[in-house]
């Protein structure tokens, strides 16, 4: 069974231009997050997903960012524009029923 | 507002020797705790889930332990291995936060052949 699959893996952009990020969860797990990890710290949550509704997105700095999650599977993840004290580790994850949480690789942000 | 503190921030120990990671969080009020592991540059392994009506649970060499009335928890590794270098995060989902994860900073384990 796949796990949770992030892409890009990786991405150096300058500062104020966006990035985007996706997220493909394990096959029927109804609830999807993304934290941010920064560098020597343990995650945070940006915002969490039950089906296709966001029902914590309280963490979201909502000025920058902005999530959705298309038919309750996929979900992207979008910084615009981007600032310096972004660059962090944008982790998804996903669930079922709130057991378990498997993680994704993450991707990798530097903001130049 | 849950914390949780994860001590030492660091350790390095010889192979072969077991080893306990410490874990502690202010509030009682826990629906289940989870450890996971982190290698550099990679994303997080779940590795033990112990729900709040759980005392302990077991993965190979690995023994997790939850004392909820004291708010802590702790990660026994027996015969520890090089390949155990990583770090070791420990994060609690609050009772009626619906999912919600609460991370320690992670203890960084380095086993030395």
């Known amino acids: 069974e796949a796990g949770v699959v992030q892409s890009p893996r990786y991405k150096i952009i300058e500062k104020k231009q966006p990035v985007a990020f996706w997220c493909n969860p394990i096959s029927g797990h109804n609830t999807l997050y993304w934290y941010r990890q920064n560098l020597g710290q343990g995650p945070e949550l940006l915002i969490r997903?039950?089906?296709?509704?966001?029902?914590?997105d309280s963490q979201l700095p909502k000025d920058r960012f902005s999530a959705e999650r298309l038919k309750g599977v996929d979900s992207t993840l979008k910084i615009q524009p981007a600032e310096l004290g972004d660059s962090a580790v944008y982790l998804c994850?996903?669930?079922?029923?709130?057991?378990?949480?498997?993680f994704g690789e993450g991707s990798w942000l530097t903001v130049v | 507002k849950q914390e949780v503190t994860q001590i030492p921030a660091a350790l390095s120990v010889p192979e072969g020797e077991n080893l306990v990671l410490n874990c502690s969080f202010t509030d009682s009020a826990i629906y289940n705790l989870q450890w996971f592991r982190q290698d550099p540059g990679k994303g997080l392994t779940s590795l033990l889930l112990?729900?709040?009506?759980?005392r302990e649970q077991t993965s190979g060499r690995l023994n997790a332990s939850l004392d909820k009335s004291s708010g802590r928890s702790t990660l026994y590794i027996a015969a520890s291995q090089p390949g155990d270098s990583a770090t070791y995060l420990c994060?609690?989902?609050?009772?009626?936060?619906?999912?919600?994860?609460?991370f320690g900073k992670g203890t960084k384990l380095s086993v030395k052949p």
């Open positions: 994850a996903s669930s079922l029923e709130g057991n378990t949480i498997y």
């Open positions: 994060a609690v989902r609050p009772s009626g936060s619906q999912g919600n994860l609460i």
């Open positions: 112990i729900q709040s009506s759980q």
């Open positions: 997903y039950e089906n296709e509704e966001a029902v914590d």
